[in-house]
């Protein structure tokens, strides 16, 4: 795979690793509360990400960073919080199978937000497919 096309491999397993991540969660589920059960799943993701960043020699100060890069961070990182809430909520008492995929309707809306505020313009064969995505999650959501 080229150099170019690396990000597709990473997106890929992001894809595994989320399935996987709704998987193991509907199950660990069970007889937990979900925001306790989402905050056990942020310790360990903090716990992974903070040996990450340290044996691979990737740590340098924070507080170094602009404070255009901390506003956004912590946005982002508020937006997860508020997405990891909503989705482990919906797990809960929904089926992972009905779930999963309504919570990728993100992909649509990441697109819409891209065009409005990047600058973004996706080709006529990305929209398509944006589209199929918002299909999807309607034939999804209807009884």
């Given at each position: ?12 397993l992001s894809a595994v ?17 979900s925001d306790l059960a ?5 310790v360990v993701i903090f ?97």
């Amino acid at each position: 795979m080229s150099a170019t096309s690396n990000w597709l491999l990473w997106a890929m397993l992001s894809a595994v690793f989320a399935a996987l991540t709704a998987i193991f969660a509907k199950i660990g589920l069970e007889g937990i509360d979900s925001d306790l059960a989402t905050l056990v799943r942020t310790v360990v993701i903090f716990g992974v990400l903070t040996a990450f960043v340290v044996l691979t020699g990737k740590w340098s100060n924070p507080l170094a960073l602009s404070s255009k890069t901390w506003l956004f961070l912590v946005l982002s990182g508020l937006a997860t919080g508020a997405s990891w809430v909503c989705y482990f909520r919906a797990l809960k008492i929904g089926e992972a199978s009905k779930v999963a995929p309504v919570d990728k309707f993100s992909v649509v809306l990441v697109a819409l937000f891209a065009v409005l505020l990047l600058g973004e313009r996706p080709s006529l064969r990305e929209w398509a497919a944006i589209l199929l995505v918002t299909l999807g999650v309607v034939v999804l959501a209807l009884k």
